[in-house]
Nanobody, 124 residues
Framework: QVQLVESGGGLVQAGGSLRLSCAAS????????MGWFRQAPGKERDFVAA????????DYANSVKGRFTIFRDNAKSTVYLQMNSLKPEDTTLYYC?????????????????WGQGTQVTVSS
């Protein structure tokens, strides 16, 4: 069974940066596409960023383009989300997810495994 564990969340001032990490175990990480999503209380879980199995292809939600960067280290079975120029509206729970197919996808239902989430809070 694949397990995903996020870390790196916390409290930061607006304009600051955070780097989220998602460590995978129990599966063939280097063959999976990986994604980051976020979900505010009472709202849908929204796509943030995705990366294909090799790391050569990425995609981003319009709201984070130019500010967030997704990248992966297959040797460490870890995917990262570098978040710069953070805004108060980025405050919420962030989840990483794995898609066994390996090709990049922005669709939540395509992902097979999910982490427990890490909280990001951006103060104004």
């Amino acid at each position: 069974q694949v397990q995903l564990v996020e870390s790196g969340g916390g409290l930061v001032q607006a304009g600051g940066s955070l780097r989220l990490s998602c460590a995978a175990s129990g599966g063939a990480f280097s063959t999976y596409a990986m994604g980051w999503f976020r979900q505010a209380p009472g709202k849908e879980r929204d796509f943030v960023a995705a990366i294909n199995w090799s790391g050569r292809s990425t995609d981003y939600a319009n709201s984070v383009k130019g500010r967030f960067t997704i990248f992966r280290d297959n040797a460490k079975s870890t995917v990262y989300l570098q978040m710069n120029s953070l805004k108060p509206e980025d405050t919420t729970l962030y989840y990483c997810a794995a898609d066994k197919w390996g090709g990049i996808t922005t669709t939540r239902k395509n992902y097979d495994y999910w982490g427990q989430g890490t909280q990001v809070t951006v103060s104004s």
